[in-house]
């Protein structure tokens, strides 16, 4: 049993460039989130979905974009990335309920030059 | 909107010391409440969740949290500290209404010293 896996790891871009996050899980969660990890600032939500083909706007979704195609795939995009988008990137999945904790990937960490 | 505040970005503590780590959330509903651990250059890990009943909620590894309404904190302790409990500890809030976000705090760092 995977749980959450995220592609790639490991990433180093040019600004300007783009770039997609994959996550996948494998546990059929209804909910999955993208999160930005930042030293002081804890980890802020990005994009999360609430079922497959639905999205809506975190805390900071400015520079990403997310689609949620397949109930197990959530992916985030850069579309032209800057520096200030350096930073490891989390996905999670839950259940559907509030009740419920989330299970994380073991992260992105991504770089832009 | 929810927030979820963590007071202390660094905690020194001796082993086999208690500590104590602070969060206080805010919110306009109902919510429930967790502490995540990560340790360096991994995922986070689920440590303990109030839902709801008994304010005093026990989790892995040893530790323990309780739940104070009229205080708005959730704050997470433990008796005797372990080298091996060195990490990040991250408080978090779901609210109950059915936006189901899930916000984090800034996060603890715990150094136990020798």
């Known amino acids: 049993n995977a749980g959450v896996t995220q592609t790639p790891k490991f990433r180093v871009l040019k600004t300007g460039q783009s770039m997609t996050l994959l996550c996948a899980q494998d546990?059929?969660?209804?909910?999955m989130y993208w999160y930005r990890q930042d030293p002081g600032m804890g980890l802020r939500l990005i994009h999360y979905?609430?079922?497959?083909?639905?999205?809506a706007k975190g805390e900071v979704p400015d520079g990403y974009n997310v689609s949620r195609l397949k109930k197990q795939n959530f992916l985030l995009g850069l579309e032209s990335a800057a520096p200030s988008q350096t930073s490891v990137y989390f996905c999670?999945?839950?259940?559907?309920?509030?009740?419920?904790?989330?299970?994380f990937g073991q992260g992105t960490r991504l770089t832009v030059v | 909107a929810q927030s979820v505040t963590q007071l202390d970005s660094q905690v020194p503590v001796f082993e086999e010391a208690p500590v104590e780590l602070r969060c206080n959330y805010s919110s306009s509903v109902s919510v429930y409440l967790f502490w995540y651990v990560q340790y360096p250059n991994q995922g986070l890990q689920l440590l303990l969740k109030y839902l709801s009943g008994s304010t005093l909620v026990k989790g892995i590894n040893g530790f323990e949290a309780e739940f104070n309404k009229s205080q708005t904190s959730f704050h997470l302790r433990k008796p005797s500290v372990h080298i091996s409990d060195t990490a990040e500890y991250f408080c978090a809030v779901s609210d109950n209404s059915g936006t189901y976000k899930y916000i984090f705090g800034t996060g603890t760092r715990l150094k136990v010293l020798a």
């Open positions: 999670a999945s839950r259940l559907q309920t509030g009740s419920t904790e989330a299970f």
């Open positions: 546990m059929n969660h209804e909910y």
């Open positions: 979905s609430v079922g497959e083909g639905t999205t």
